[in-house]
Nanobody
Framework: QVQLVESGGGLVQAGGSLRLSCAAS????????MSWYRQAPGKERELVAV????????NYADSVKGRFTISRDNAKNTVYLQMNSLKPEDTAVYYC?????????????WGQGTQVTVSS
């Protein structure tokens, strides 16, 4: 059973940066593409970014392209989401997930997520 724990969220002003982490226990993540999703209040959960098993390929939602960077450290069994130039519309709970490249299929239960709040 894989457990994913997201961390690194917080309150930041518009234009600021945050780095989210997703740490896994119970199974190696190196065999999976990994994704970050987010869910804003009253909205459906949406895919934000995907990274391939080796980290050589990435995909992003148009709304975050050029501002967010997904990366992974398979030795640490951890995936990251660097978020720069944050906007109030980035406010959401962020979740990570195991996926199948290019990210349209996901596996496993959701973690507790990490709250990101961007003030204007």
């Amino acid at each position: 059973q894989v457990q994913l724990v997201e961390s690194g969220g917080g309150l930041v002003q518009a234009g600021g940066s945050l780095r989210l982490s997703c740490a896994a226990s119970g199974r190696t993540l190196s065999n999976y593409a990994m994704s970050w999703y987010r869910q804003a209040p009253g909205k459906e959960r949406e895919l934000v970014a995907v990274i391939s098993t080796g980290g050589g390929s990435t995909n992003y939602a148009d709304s975050v392209k050029g501002r967010f960077t997904i990366s992974r450290d398979n030795a640490k069994n951890t995936v990251y989401l660097q978020m720069n130039s944050l906007k109030p519309e980035d406010t959401a709970v962020y979740y990570c997930s195991r996926s199948r490249w290019p990210g349209t299929i996901r596996f496993g239960s959701w973690g507790q997520g990490t709250q990101v709040t961007v003030s204007s």
